[in-house]
């Protein structure tokens, strides 16, 4: 089944203490991107990856990092988690399809609490 | 200024009623992909329907619809025929570009509340 994972789908930690929330998909995709989900704020963007070794800042990079080593793999790291990232986290991946059409498979979401 | 605007925090509507969720956009570029996505209170996102800006007829998806109105920059999704596991959060979103890879910009969302 093609799919987006990511582990752990719930974490509850203390400030300061480095994480990590992993993303892995099945579906060769170029493309992979981290969002963060915050209420009345939408989705933003936190990283994105074009492909291998090639990472890019979103709109709210800040406390996080990232890494593409592997195709099918795209890692959010947070080195000292404060409270304000307290959130609900997404991954997504793409292929290029043609011009325009490019749907984005979500993974199933990282609720994360940082007390 | 905003990209995605949607203006309506919540909506109730009856069951096997219609319903639209607006949305407006902004940008520039002439080519352009609009997206709507549905969040339940499971918190998956799921996939709806898709728009691209040189589609002259608007996207359908069984009883989704985009209503589409380039010169306006809405963007507006069409639910018929309400059903209680339509009860979400609605998100629209564009991807601005020809690249194929250019980030996903969301709207702040649409509650939808579908009553019996």
């Known amino acids: 089944e093609a799919q987006v994972t990511q582990n752990p789908r719930y974490l509850i930690t203390v400030t300061g203490k480095k994480l990590t929330v992993t993303c892995s998909q099945n579906m060769n995709h170029e493309y992979m991107s981290w969002y963060r989900q915050d209420p009345g704020l939408g989705l933003r963007q936190i990283y994105y990856?074009?492909?291998?070794?090639?990472?890019d800042k979103g709109d709210v990079p800040e406390g996080y990092k990232v890494s593409r080593k592997e195709k099918r793999n795209f890692p959010l790291i947070l080195e000292s988690p404060s409270p304000n990232q307290t959130s609900l986290y997404f991954c997504?991946?793409?292929?290029?399809?043609?011009?325009?059409?490019?749907?984005?498979?979500f993974g199933p979401g990282t609720r994360l609490t940082v007390l | 200024a905003q990209k995605i605007t949607q203006t309506q925090p919540g909506m109730f509507v009856q069951e096997k009623e219609a319903v639209t969720l607006d949305c407006t956009y902004d940008?520039?570029?002439?080519?352009?992909?609009l997206f709507w996505y549905k969040q339940p209170s499971s918190g998956e996102m799921i996939f709806l329907i898709y728009q691209g800006s040189y589609d002259e007829q608007n996207a359908t998806e069984g009883r989704y619809s985009l209503n589409f109105q380039k010169a306006r920059k809405s963007a507006n999704l069409v639910i018929s025929a309400s059903q209680l596991g339509d009860s979400a959060m609605y998100f629209c979103a564009m991807r601005e570009g020809n690249s194929g890879y250019s980030t996903l910009t969301f709207g702040k969302g649409t509650m939808l509340l579908v009553s019996p």
């Open positions: 940008t520039s570029d002439q080519s352009y992909g």
């Open positions: 997504a991946s793409s292929t290029r399809v043609g011009i325009s059409y490019n749907e984005q498979f």
């Open positions: 990856s074009m492909n291998v070794e090639v990472t």
